[in-house]
């Protein structure tokens, strides 16, 4: 299968680190999300991220000129018309991304693609909403999207050979590596990442550490590039708790129950750095601990 159009549907942290990456690719990227300001936000963040790539003599000035060119911007599906592939990237909230789907494939052409970027939520019961089971598939980017090598590739129980091959070639075109999972609850990664974080909240909630010795007892004792709170700051406190609730829910086992601690930030509005506050105040060039 021939991919040239690729439409995202999500201007958030992940589809604009998923356009950044696809239109470096050579991919034509149509953008959509139905805030204009997050379209003109992930416009700023994809020439910032690439301009850091341009200075250390990773891309050069042309390539990032013509990247920028081949991303375009809208609101409405209808643009997707002519997209050879959909990749979804909407918030971690599987009633959002159902009506998102259904609302979505009478615009798109007999043949085009879907793939989800969820993290956690069944491919095979999003898929069901969809007019082509067979053609949808999870694609599971990393955080930042830029820098992280990893796709994880996840069927869905009626997904097709033909386009598990082209959506696992089109990863390999972006210049990633491959991981395949079963479709169940959160997958490979957070499977195991989620319920680390959430311990660390509970160490935290029980007094057994504050912030800062948390995060350094991992990021020295355990090699890990950041602490488990400083990553659930980055991931955002919303999605992290989502995706315990997927797990708690999925698996039926009590040892996923998200933190009550975890639950408060995110009642308060506090999810970490994309609201200025979490387990780090970043209202200052050095984040504070909240605690
Ligand atoms: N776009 C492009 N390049 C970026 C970037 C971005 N958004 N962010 C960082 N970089 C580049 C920098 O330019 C730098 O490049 P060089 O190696 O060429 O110098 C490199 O990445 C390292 O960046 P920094 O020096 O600024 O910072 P750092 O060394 O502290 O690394 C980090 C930053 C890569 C984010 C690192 O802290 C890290 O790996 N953290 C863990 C990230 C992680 O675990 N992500 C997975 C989250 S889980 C997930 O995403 C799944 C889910 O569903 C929840």
Not at 227 to 250: K, N, Q, R, W
Request: glycine share 8%.
């Amino acid at each position: 299968m021939n991919i040239q159009k690729i439409g995202i549907i999500g201007a958030g942290q992940m589809g604009s680190g998923i356009a950044h990456v696809c239109s470096l690719a050579g991919y034509d990227v149509t953008l959509c999300d139905i805030k204009a300001e997050a379209l003109t936000n992930a416009l700023a963040t994809i020439r910032r991220n690439i301009d850091r790539q341009v200075s250390r003599g990773k891309v050069t000035a042309e390539d990032r000129d013509a990247a920028l060119a081949r991303i375009t911007t809208g609101s409405e599906l209808s643009l997707f018309a002519d997209a050879d592939v959909v990749i979804e990237a909407a918030t971690e909230n599987e009633e959002i991304k159902r009506s998102l789907l259904k609302s979505l494939v009478p615009h798109l052409k007999a043949d085009a693609l879907i793939a989800t970027n969820t993290s956690s939520i069944s491919i095979t019961r999003l898929a069901a909403v969809t007019d082509r089971p067979a053609k949808f598939m999870g694609m599971h980017f990393m955080n930042p999207v830029p820098v992280m090598k990893l796709v994880e590739l996840i069927r869905g129980i009626a997904t097709d050979e033909e386009t598990f091959a082209a959506i696992h070639d089109l990863s390999i075109r972006m210049g990633k590596e491959t991981a395949v999972a079963e479709d169940f609850p959160a997958f490979i990664v957070n499977r195991i990442l989620l319920p680390m974080i959430n311990e660390a909240v509970y160490t935290l909630y029980e007094g057994v550490g504050n912030v800062e010795s948390i995060d350094t007892a991992l990021r020295l004792g355990a090699n890990h590039p950041m602490g488990p709170l400083e990553l659930a700051d980055f991931i955002g406190l919303d999605t992290c708790l989502s995706i315990m609730h997927v797990l708690y829910e999925g698996l039926a086992d009590s040892k996923y129950r998200p933190c009550p601690l975890l639950v408060k930030y995110v009642e308060a509005g506090w999810l970490g750095r994309k609201t200025g506050r979490g387990f780090y105040d970043y209202a200052s060039e050095k984040p504070v601990p909240t605690r």
